[in-house]
């Protein structure tokens, strides 16, 4: 019966081998002692990344006198132009335009390091900062004619630091064991642990143990066996020291989690090639077949959250806590706190 399963395991893994990355010798020989097994009706769960892109109408945005307009700024990076104008006057003659910003701290002047007003009144950011986040208004006065009188126009925008999610996959899986107070157990976990980080090291990614527990399980005809229940999760190794741009799911840190993805897959299915080929009797520990599981999963840093409802045209952008609300860790959302009155609340204070 159990040459029979090695049999069926390994001619399912034959047929459903895909193209991946190769694992070290070292690693495979290391797991010839733990034959697969599990029931053919569990499949993996694999949400893939969304897409993450911040979605502009154009590199230039314009006002409007009937409500602020939202503009959204990748933290650190430089900021679309935001022009003191509405759409329809836009492609209108101006005589004697006169234009003047203000932000949150005051009057903007065209020599500002860190926000530019261009001759054209135009506003720019450099280098934006989460403290930059806040109202602007532009104040324009002009004349459609030459003939007409001034008029006089107030244009408010809301101007959001954003950055990216801090993004990672987290995995389960499960491993026929020893009893649970054996301490085989323990250098088995650690073994896996040293051989997953191993695997992903190259691409500047990491794996951490999220929960590890042993149990004992009630199988059908089977009787009782322990079960060890492994939670990891691996994530880029960069997205802790700072942003980088990214306007698809393309980037850089996603691309080497993918990749990271598919060795940690392919590791478990050539578990699977090597160890069902053995004809011995089954070992104390070895991975219960089709138990791994993945899930994508979407983070905000503190101070910053996702909001669709509020910020529908960056739905997918980890956008700064606005006042009245705070986020003190990395969750995904911001929370409400009318105490709060600054952007970027870490406390409800």
């Given at each position: 019966?159990?040459?029979?399963?090695?049999?069926?395991?390994?001619?399912?893994?034959?047929?459903?081998?895909?193209?991946?990355?190769?694992?070290?010798?070292?690693?495979?020989?290391?797991?010839?002692?733990?034959?697969?097994?599990?029931?053919?009706?569990?499949?993996?769960?694999?949400?893939?990344?969304?897409?993450?892109?911040?979605?502009?109408?154009?590199?230039?945005?314009?006002?409007?006198?009937?409500?602020?307009?939202?503009?959204?700024?990748?933290?650190?990076?430089?900021?679309?132009?935001?022009?003191?104008?509405?759409?329809?006057?836009?492609?209108?003659?101006?005589?004697?335009p006169s234009f003047q910003w203000h932000g949150p701290k005051g009057k903007i002047v065209s020599e500002n390091r860190t926000a530019q007003v261009t001759s054209t009144g135009s506003l720019i950011f450099q280098n934006f900062e989460e403290a930059m986040s806040g109202v602007y208004t532009c104040f324009l006065e002009y004349k459609p004619t030459v003939e007409e009188i001034v008029k006089n126009l107030q244009l408010k925008y809301l101007v959001y630091a954003y950055r990216e999610p801090h993004y990672y996959y987290q995995f389960t899986a499960r491993y026929h064991a020893a009893p649970c107070n054996s301490i085989y157990n323990i250098s088995f976990e650690k073994k896996?642990?040293?051989?997953?980080?191993?695997?992903?090291?190259?691409?500047?990614?990491?794996?951490?143990?999220?929960?590890?527990?042993?149990?004992?399980?009630?199988?059908?005809?089977?009787?009782?066996?322990?079960?060890?229940?492994?939670?990891?999760?691996?994530?880029?190794?960069?997205?802790?020291?700072?942003?980088?741009?990214?306007?698809?799911?393309?980037?850089?840190?996603?691309?080497?989690?993918?990749?990271?993805?598919?060795?940690?897959?392919?590791?478990?299915?050539?578990?699977?090639?090597?160890?069902?080929?053995?004809?011995?009797?089954?070992?104390?520990?070895?991975?219960?077949?089709?138990?791994?599981?993945?899930?994508?999963?979407?983070?905000c840093f503190p101070g910053y959250g996702m909001n669709t409802l509020k910020h529908p045209k960056c739905p997918e952008c980890c956008v700064i806590c606005s006042p009245g609300s705070y986020n003190p860790r990395d969750g995904i959302h911001c929370l409400q706190c009318n105490s709060s009155l600054v952007y970027g609340a870490k406390a409800c204070v």
């Open positions: 019966m159990e040459a029979s399963a090695s049999g069926r395991a390994w001619r399912t893994w034959r047929r459903s081998r895909a193209s991946g990355f190769p694992l070290s010798r070292a690693a495979i020989l290391l797991f010839s002692a733990f034959l697969v097994r599990a029931p053919p009706s569990v499949e993996y769960l694999v949400r893939f990344p969304r897409t993450f892109r911040l979605t502009q109408e154009s590199v230039k945005i314009v006002g409007s006198s009937h409500f602020p307009v939202k503009v959204y700024v990748m933290l650190h990076q430089k900021s679309p132009h935001v022009l003191c104008v509405t759409q329809g006057l836009r492609n209108s003659e101006l005589i004697d896996l642990l040293q051989i997953l980080s191993k695997l992903v090291l190259e691409l500047s990614c990491e794996i951490s143990l999220l929960k590890s527990e042993c149990h004992r399980v009630k199988m059908q005809r089977a009787g009782l066996q322990n079960e060890l229940f492994f939670t990891f999760s691996v994530s880029s190794l960069d997205t802790e020291k700072g942003p980088k741009p990214c306007t698809d799911h393309n980037c850089e840190s996603s691309k080497r989690l993918s990749k990271a993805k598919n060795l940690i897959e392919r590791f478990f299915s050539q578990q699977v090639e090597v160890l069902g080929r053995r004809s011995d009797p089954l070992p104390e520990i070895y991975y219960i077949e089709g138990t791994l599981q993945m899930i994508w999963i979407n983070r």
